[in-house]
């Protein structure tokens, strides 16, 4: 369920300055911001919004800097931008948007490590072998059983909103950003002939993960930030953290609408046009 936002006076932005497309786009949001009476401020100052532009990279930063305490507002720059709500050509409606209140709040599930380190996840956590370069050997047990162990390249273990990232190329399942639920997949496991029947799970968020391997140590990496080092066993289970994302919709639903337009091709075989506009192609 979605929550309506109230009249937002405050606005930090947070771009890549190193790209030149991005300073124009952030140039002209700034411009509008200020024409419509909403203040620039630094995130010390506790702005109302946060507006990233950029990829879901710099999105997943932000969060990072705040760990859900301000609502986030993407606009897409970057190649997919799944996490992102806005599209370049719609900054121009931004500044309304956030002064009259007309967006809905949605609330997004993270994942977090258990034991002496604490780190958040809002797409997913990496583990593999503390020897960069190296095969992993890892095991998994669920709430303390044991489900399996192999060679691999690592273990993913995903929020539903980092089911569409790393754990989606790894053959995992994607997730409504509505489940209370977490994904576990291995990376490559091998060799190809031992590959096991169920290399990704879902489980609810309540339940715990415990990562096994022989060695001393194990690189752990939240989010695609700095790895850590950690020492098996790396506990994982569900976060009382909540991400904040800022929808133009009232409807939880419109997730699809915002994947496809994301990530569908459409023009390899005019169906989804057609399916929009009812038009048949010519080449259908």
Not at 67 to 89: C, H, M, N, R, S
Not at 90 to 111: A, F, K, N
Not at 236 to 264: C, E, H, Q, T
């Amino acid at each position: 369920m979605l929550v309506k936002g109230s009249p937002a006076s405050s606005v930090t932005l947070i771009y890549n300055d190193g790209k030149k497309k991005t300073l124009k786009l952030a140039k002209r949001l700034e411009d509008l911001l200020k024409e419509s009476k909403i203040r620039i401020v630094g995130l010390e100052d506790g702005p109302d919004v946060i507006v990233v532009i950029g990829g879901d990279g710099t999105l997943l930063r932000a969060f990072h800097q705040t760990l859900g305490g301000i609502p986030i507002l993407g606009v897409k720059d970057g190649t997919y931008g799944t996490l992102l709500e806005v599209d370049p050509d719609e900054i121009e409606y931004i500044p309304d948007i956030l002064s009259r209140g007309m967006y809905w709040l949605e609330e997004t599930s993270t994942i977090e490590t258990r034991g002496d380190i604490r780190l958040i996840a809002l797409n997913e956590f990496l583990i593999r072998s503390g020897k960069l370069g190296k095969s992993s050997r890892l095991g998994i047990a669920v709430d303390g059983i044991p489900t399996g162990e192999c060679i691999c390249d690592g273990v993913i273990i995903s929020t539903p909103t980092g089911s569409l990232a790393y754990s989606l190329a790894a053959g995992g399942p994607l997730v409504d950003p509505r489940s209370k639920d977490m994904v576990v997949s291995y990376v490559a496991p091998w060799p190809p002939s031992l590959t096991l029947a169920v290399k990704s799970f879902v489980l609810p968020l309540e339940s715990e993960v415990e990562i096994w391997s022989p060695d001393p140590q194990a690189y752990i990496v939240a989010d695609g930030l700095t790895p850590l080092k950690m020492r098996p066993p790396i506990r994982v289970s569900g976060s009382d953290i909540k991400g904040v994302f800022v929808r133009l919709s009232s409807n939880p639903a419109d997730f699809y609408k915002r994947i496809v337009k994301r990530m569908v091709p459409r023009r390899l075989t005019g169906i989804m046009d057609y399916l929009e506009t009812g038009i048949l192609p010519q080449n259908l």
